[in-house]
């Protein structure tokens, strides 16, 4: 029989699929012997089938009945007793942590009888009345769907009856009366009283945190982290222990080092007779970790030195939440905490300083999403305002958009917004993720806005208490703003500015452009030690896409070990399009050739520049691929001017001659018609210019002492005669020009026909290049210049994917016909190269498919070839 059920003590961090994250760890420091409230976990499996069949599995509830009274045994007190209650926390704990995401009730087992044994046991009268009141309120929330602001209105009045402006200055009969208040709040919504049965409340419990998984704020957390919807929660059962009993009480958050920098040290927020939750939703102010050594020496002490076996057992930065009872430290939780990315990189290396962790497994703790994140630009400090106040640096990275209060999704439609609030709860989601970044009055590193921010890699700055947030407008040391007003904030540093500050590039792409050196930075040490390793250990080469000598130059200041893409196209805007119009309208072959003979110095010149900037590595020039319309003036506009010059009765001349070839050429799918290698073979002596201006590049590179490889790329291949007929044409080109080096030919993959045929093509091809922009768009039928704005969005409601299928390559279509070309391909020709040089040659999740796939580079835009860099050694660890 299966079972749903197990007791802290005899999990581990390893069961995180059954358990769900939060219970493994407690399992885990259970098993260590640290203090931790007895209690058991009810396994996602329960949950899965719950939600699958709308009831509990059979069985269940005797199970947790079973567990529940050796937690009484172990403490000697009965579950909801009149006398001496034992009372139980209820809370979520997927296998993903899912901050604030899913639910938690405390203090359950209070009813009328229990409250005042608690209220005895404790001596604490007052103590007994508010447990009991955030019971009805958490419960009634969370199980029955009682609007919150329903149990806020009465606290409201209670306050305003006895005369208090905080909830602390409530006293015990007040709060008694506040209790009967909510019971019938309680009555009123849901038709039934408050449950005084201490196990309904429990199983009650138990089942509204296994429907919170479908909650829509938990759904949609989980489409942006790319969790899957099916895995079910845990549910975590266990002894109430009580930060708020008193001064000697209190509840805290820790981490072992900076989740912000990474730096070693003691780090967290303390909050003295509270409760768990009012720390991480940010309500109240804390004071620093380090104040507790003053406040509880003893608990101080013992906390660091768990701290410090976490870490050994964890191998890696933990975060704690821990609660403190009449001077008792007790741990509530624990796990491999969440960082920003520079954090990653400096902790992943101090890790390896230290001796925790190989250099391998330090790769595998950072990632390319974080790297591009480092890449982005941040504030020009220089040139930056007074701030108008600092708060607190949540999340690095910096901001720039108009101020919203509320719905910024709506408002982030028309341009960058930042959303502005005393503090967030999770119904603030959807604004978070649409907004550029984050500003709250209150809370500190681990509130709500912070820890959701840092795990979105947003910027955030909390706690700038110095603003007050009113209706629709904020004011801070004199100075208000409105909604619509533009503000700036700055995540590194918790500045906030007035209007809009100019940024400055990232250090670390000032250290990969050579402008500074790792010496002495932290992070820039880590980047460095991880990128060397990386190169060290990958066996995927990463190849820039570049058109210009300065774009290679930086490719190879970031580390690119050739040009995997050089689109010549690029090479004809400009002034050079009147010499493109000139070959369009030639009316002879004297004309044409005369056209392409202008064409062809400037193209040597251009290729020139490309070698000089790669000298050494390979150069793969891709000849002209778009339909050549595309470089004439659009059709309605000749058409108005045509119409225009007419009217007044002049000739139109020249644009008369430009409207009748774009007639001619019109296309109803240029994206389908004559482009690529059928315009080589349809314009006599194009592509022959493009291939001479190739090797006369190459030559002049050779005499003047260089080392230029350059290579032929055909562009939109379906069959492998249109490849032996451009070869045949370049061959005959090459073989006539004096000093050239060998120079390699081959094809871009982006039909669909020539990945199916990559055995026949393979014959008339040195190497292959996926263009899986192309094959992306002729595997889908998606053109990919409309479809991502048109519809994706709602087929990502409906879960036809998770992700663009241009941004991340879609491994069972276009990746499967990737798979087929390679294996096809080097079955023909053994010492093919393949690389791929679609936009997914610098996203993360494809670079790990492409090695995968066996392919020997990929290539990127200059500025993703670190991040392509790193995975590609990530990929082989
Ligand atoms: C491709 O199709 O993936 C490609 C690299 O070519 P382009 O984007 O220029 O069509
Ligand atoms: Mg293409």
Redesign the pocket.
């Known amino acids: 029989m299966t079972r749903y059920v197990y007791d802290f003590v005899e999990g581990n961090k390893d069961l995180k699929d059954l358990l769900g994250g939060k219970g493994a760890n407690l399992a885990e420091m259970t098993r260590m012997g640290l203090p931790v409230p007895p209690g058991f976990t009810v396994t996602t499996e329960a949950c899965r089938e719950y939600l699958h069949t709308g009831s509990m599995p059979s069985g269940l509830l005797g199970e947790v009945e079973h567990h529940l009274r050796m937690v009484e045994n172990q403490l000697g007190k009965a579950f909801g007793d009149g006398e001496d209650p034992l009372l139980l926390s209820v809370r979520s704990g997927a296998k993903f942590s899912m901050p604030g995401m899913m639910e938690t009730i405390l203090d359950i087992g209070l009813n009328d009888v229990s409250v005042t044994g608690l209220a005895r046991r404790s001596e604490n009268e007052r103590f007994a009345w508010d447990s009991y009141r955030r019971l009805i309120q958490m419960f009634g929330k969370t199980v029955f769907d009682v609007p919150g602001e329903e149990f806020e209105t009465e606290l409201a009045h209670a306050r305003d009856a006895a005369g208090v402006r905080s909830d602390a200055e409530l006293d015990a009969g007040q709060l008694q009366d506040l209790v009967n208040a909510y019971k019938k709040v309680f009555h009123a919504a849901t038709g039934r009283d408050f449950p005084q049965s201490p196990h309904e409340q429990l199983f009650l419990a138990i089942g509204a945190v296994f429907r919170s998984w479908n909650a829509e704020r938990a759904r949609i957390y989980r489409r942006k982290e790319r969790i899957p919807q099916d895995l079910g929660t845990a549910v975590n059962v266990m002894a109430m222990v009580f930060g708020n009993r008193g001064a000697r009480s209190g509840t805290g958050v820790a981490f072992t080092r900076d989740p912000a920098t990474g730096r070693r040290g003691v780090y967290g927020d303390y909050l003295q007779n509270a409760q768990g939750e009012d720390v991480v939703a940010g309500i109240r102010n804390t004071v620093g970790l380090a104040d507790l050594e003053a406040l509880d020496p003893g608990s101080y002490r013992e906390l660091l030195s768990i701290m410090q076996r976490l870490e050994q057992r964890y191998r890696d930065l933990c975060d704690i939440e821990f609660t403190i009872e009449n001077g008792k430290l007790w741990m509530l939780q624990t796990r491999v905490g969440k960082r920003t990315p520079a954090a990653a990189f400096v902790i992943a290396a101090q890790l390896v300083d230290e001796g925790t962790i190989t250099l391998d497994e330090a790769l595998q703790r950072v990632s390319g999403e974080q790297l591009a994140q480092l890449m982005f630009p941040s504030f020009d400090e220089s040139a930056a305002p007074e701030p108008l106040t600092t708060g607190v640096a949540a999340s690095p990275g910096a901001a720039v958009g108009a101020i919203v209060f509320d719905n910024a999704e709506a408002a982030a439609a028309t341009g960058p917004v930042i959303l502005v609030r005393r503090e967030t709860n999770p119904d603030d989601l959807p604004g978070m993720i649409a907004a550029q970044g984050i500003l709250t009055s209150r809370g500190g590193k681990t509130s709500h806005a912070a820890v959701v921010a840092r795990g979105m890699g947003k910027t955030c700055v909390c706690g700038a208490e110095e603003v007050l947030v009113g209706d629709n407008t904020l004011s801070v040391n004199g100075t208000t703003l409105r909604a619509g007003d533009i503000i700036s904030i700055d995540g590194t540093t918790g500045r906030v500015y007035a209007g809009s500050v100019p940024v400055s590039p990232s250090k670390v792409v000032r250290y990969f452009e050579g402008e500074l050196t790792a010496h002495g930075d932290p992070l820039l040490a880590a980047v460095e030690r991880l990128m060397i390793h990386a190169d060290h250990v990958a066996t995927l080469g990463v190849h820039a896409n570049a058109d210009t000598g300065a774009d290679a130059a930086r490719a190879r200041r970031f580390g690119a070990t050739g040009v995997g893409?050089c689109?010549t196209e690029h090479m004809f805007l400009g002034d050079r399009r009147v010499l493109v119009e000139r070959l369009i309208l030639a009316g002879n072959a004297a004309e044409r050739d005369e056209a392409l003979a202008a064409l062809l110095p400037l193209q040597r010149a251009d290729f020139e520049e490309l070698f000089a900037a790669m000298d050494g590595l390979p150069v793969t020039i891709r000849l002209i691929?778009p339909p050549l319309h595309e470089f004439l003036p659009p059709l309605e506009e000749l058409t108005a001017r045509v119409a225009r010059a007419e009217a007044l009765g002049k000739d139109p001349g020249h644009d008369g001659a430009l409207l009748s070839a774009v007639r001619r050429m019109h296309e109803a799918n240029p994206m389908l018609g004559l482009r690529g290698v059928r315009l080589g073979l349809v314009i006599p002596g194009l592509f022959a210019m493009q291939v001479r201006a190739i090797a006369q590049a190459a030559a002049a590179r050779v005499a003047a002492g260089g080392d230029p490889r350059p290579e032929i790329m055909v562009?939109l291949v379906g069959a492998v005669q249109e490849l032996e007929a451009v070869r045949a044409e370049a061959e005959t080109v090459l073989a006539s020009v004096p000093g050239a080096p060998p120079i390699r030919i081959g094809t871009?993959i982006?039909v669909p026909r020539a990945a199916l045929t990559a055995g026949q093509i393979a014959g008339a091809a040195e190497f292959f290049s996926?263009?899986?922009?192309?094959?992306t768009q002729m595997t889908w039928g998606f053109s990919r210049d409309d479809v991502e704005s048109a519809f994706f969005g709602r087929y990502f409601d409906l879960g036809v994917f998770g992700v663009s299928p241009f941004e991340t390559i879609d491994i069972e279509g276009a990746g499967e016909l990737v798979r087929i070309a390679v294996t096809r391909g080097r079955a023909a020709r053994p010492d093919l190269t393949v690389g791929v040089?679609?936009?997914h040659g610098g996203d993360p999740a494809s670079v790990r498919f492409f090695h995968d796939a066996g392919l020997d580079y990929v290539s990127c835009s200059p500025f993703r070839v670190p991040v392509a860099r790193l995975e590609a050694g990530r990929a082989n660890v």
Do not use: A, Q
């Not at 996926?770 to 094959?775: A, K, P, S, V, Y």
């Open positions: 893409l689109r691929d562009p871009m982006e996926f263009g899986t922009n192309d094959l040089c679609g936009e």
